[in-house]
């Protein structure tokens, strides 16, 4: 054995009087370091390395953690993720609302049970849609709520573009969907909703809507968003007199069928007209109400740790990577601020004397 193969295997202190030997072992810090995702105001993770305080040490022969995946790939698919989750969730919901529609005028006559069959089955399916596809895109599936994120700085303008482009696709796709189901002829509605007090309800609902879901944000409580918005929705349907329609891509998509549910095109251009400046109005009333120098997701990234996790996800497009390492036992470790760390499967805690 040569004096450096000696020197190397010969045991050296380690902290907290741990002894290490030097032949098998490197240093802990090049796999262990804490690694956190903290969001930037231009809608990038900026991701935080910090040494672990705890003795810990790493088998020199093991392999190296999984890199991260590129920024560029990595936003790129998120990017597409979120574009197909706006698509789906609002084809499925337009597909609910007309889908339900006519399910009401199928079983009965009377416009107070379809108006209650209507409104039950928007409540349950809007709380499942939000619930689901909220951590990947957000769960727009309104061009209003996109336009009033970029208002409030948490979205590029293009993205709100290209948010409202595929959600006015997946309204149409919904309602046509719908009545094929029923094997209703697909045919523009003549359903006339062209009204002064319509319009005033239309401002209202949409005004309301978006404090709604921004004032939950604002006090901290996120996670209550999904069944906030889904029962303001239900119950809207019997305290408007329009039944809260609140969203331009479902009111367009909604021109496609001829049933319950529809409206006529020319009654269309106005609702929308007038659905963009109740969100306008309740943008302004959340910001008097709710006076805030951040912007609205970084205030609930702050203050709930349930929606700092969707965040991450929708804004930045990292993924949690927990788990990654295969045919070991998954291990995480804790930096000095005791957040969990990328897990490192070949490290291990020496527990000698």
């Not at 003795?55 to 998120?78: D, F, G, M, R, W």
């Not at 006339?192 to 309301?208: C, D, G, K, Q």
Request: glycine share 10%; aromatic share 8%.
């Amino acid at each position: 054995m040569t004096d450096s193969d000696a020197s190397s295997a010969a045991p050296v202190a380690a902290p907290g009087g741990l002894r290490i030997a030097r032949a098998s072992l490197v240093k802990a810090e090049s796999c262990v370091n804490s690694v956190s995702c903290l969001p930037t105001d231009d809608g990038y993770c900026l991701q935080v390395e910090q040494p672990v305080t705890t003795a810990t040490a790493c088998h020199a022969n093991s392999p190296a953690p999984v890199p991260p995946e590129t920024p560029i790939k990595s936003n790129n698919l998120q990017r597409f993720r979120k574009l197909v989750s706006e698509l789906l969730g609002t084809l499925l919901l337009v597909m609910i609302v007309v889908g339900s529609g006519i399910m009401g005028e199928t079983l009965s006559e009377d416009v107070g049970v379809q108006l209650m069959i209507n409104s039950i089955a928007t409540l349950a399916g809007l709380y499942c849609l939000i619930t689901t596809l909220g951590p990947i895109s957000g769960a727009h599936f309104n061009p209003v709520v996109s336009m009033v994120d970029v208002l409030y700085g948490d979205m590029p303008m293009m993205e709100c573009l290209w948010y409202t482009a595929v959600q006015i696709m997946g309204a149409i796709l919904g309602a046509l969907i719908a009545n094929m189901m029923f094997d209703v002829p697909i045919a523009l509605s003549t359903t006339v909703r062209f009204s002064w007090n319509l319009w005033i309800s239309e401002i209202l609902s949409t005004a309301t809507l978006i404090f709604v879901i921004h004032g939950a944000i604002r006090t901290g409580q996120g996670d209550t968003v999904p069944i906030a918005v889904a029962s303001w929705v239900g119950g809207g349907y019997f305290f408007t007199s329009s039944t809260i329609f609140a969203n331009p891509a479902v009111t367009i998509g909604r021109i496609f069928s001829d049933t319950f549910a529809g409206i006529a095109p020319k009654s269309a251009g106005p609702f929308v007209c007038f659905q963009i400046i109740g969100g306008l109005l309740g943008y302004g009333l959340v910001r008097f109400l709710y006076p805030s120098n951040v912007s609205s997701n970084d205030k609930m990234a702050q203050d709930d740790p349930l929606y700092r996790r969707a965040y991450v996800l929708v804004h930045q497009g990292f993924f949690d990577n927990h788990g990654y390492n295969s045919g070991t036992k998954d291990r995480t470790t804790s930096g000095p601020t005791g957040d969990a760390s990328k897990p490192c499967g070949s490290c291990e805690t020496d527990k000698g004397e």
